[in-house]
């Protein structure tokens, strides 16, 4: 005769459900739910005279190191065609004033190497502006408000006696709640600035040479 085996089963079923609810809670414990989202950007502009005394040191470039950045700018307006700054101004590797910069690109030959506008753009920066915690078992606050910023320098010639000068900025929140499942906020703030900055350029080209090609040569704003 077989053994009776109806008494084991419910014993059997009701282990094999806490190991399984076991595994679930050890999950949830390490799991965090990621919420990426794009913060916006505030514009800061003012007109400067090229001659100021605040106006920015510039340094030549070649076009590529604009990189994707250069690339999304090409898909913002077609016509846009970047100079290389390397050849237009020869010899030059250490960082300029902008009155130079404008006096010799204004003295250049004319031809496809004559830029209509000169864009000097600084690196993308952020900084932490505040953070506040608080940790316990099990139960975690992590929020860390900071600030990205990037800066666009826009001169037009044949003028060339003022510059547009552009300051993106945007503040995000990176924030961790964990109370047996976590959320964890994942701001994507240098996509916002490059997408702001890239809209902007793009219309002012635009607005100021609606027809024919644009040429642009690029540098780097210290």
């Known amino acids: ?3 009776d085996t109806s008494h084991s089963l419910p014993s059997l079923t009701r282990r094999t459900l806490a190991r399984a609810l076991g595994l679930c809670a050890l999950c949830a414990l390490c ?3 990621p919420l990426p989202y794009t913060p916006s950007v505030t514009l800061q502009q003012e007109r400067i005279a090229v001659q100021a005394p605040t106006a920015p040191m510039l340094k030549t ?3 590529s190191w604009l990189g994707d950045l250069g690339a999304k700018l090409r898909q913002a307006e077609p016509r846009i065609v970047f100079v290389d700054g390397t050849r237009l101004i020869k010899g030059e590797s250490d960082f300029l004033t902008l009155t130079d910069v404008v006096a010799e690109i204004s003295k250049s030959a004319e031809g496809p190497d004559r830029p209509d506008f000169l864009l000097a753009l600084s690196s993308y920066s952020d900084k932490v502006l505040h953070e506040n915690n608080y940790y316990a078992p099990l139960v975690g606050y992590d929020h860390i408000l ?3 910023r990037m800066t666009a320098l826009l001169v037009r010639f044949p003028e060339g006696d003022t510059a547009d ?4 900025q945007s503040q995000y929140s ?3 709640v964990q109370a047996f499942y976590g959320v964890m906020t994942v701001p994507m703030p240098q996509r916002a600035i490059h997408a702001a900055l890239v809209a902007e350029l793009a219309r002012r080209l635009r607005t100021a040479r609606p027809s024919g090609p644009i040429r642009v ?3 780097f704003e210290k």
């Open 217 to 219: 040569i690029v540098m």
């Open 31 to 33: 799991a965090c739910a």
């Open 146 to 148: 900071s600030e990205a």
């Open 61 to 63: 470039e070649n076009s």
């Open 165 to 168: 000068s552009l300051i993106f």
């Open 1 to 3: 005769m077989s053994p």
């Open 174 to 176: 990176s924030v961790v």
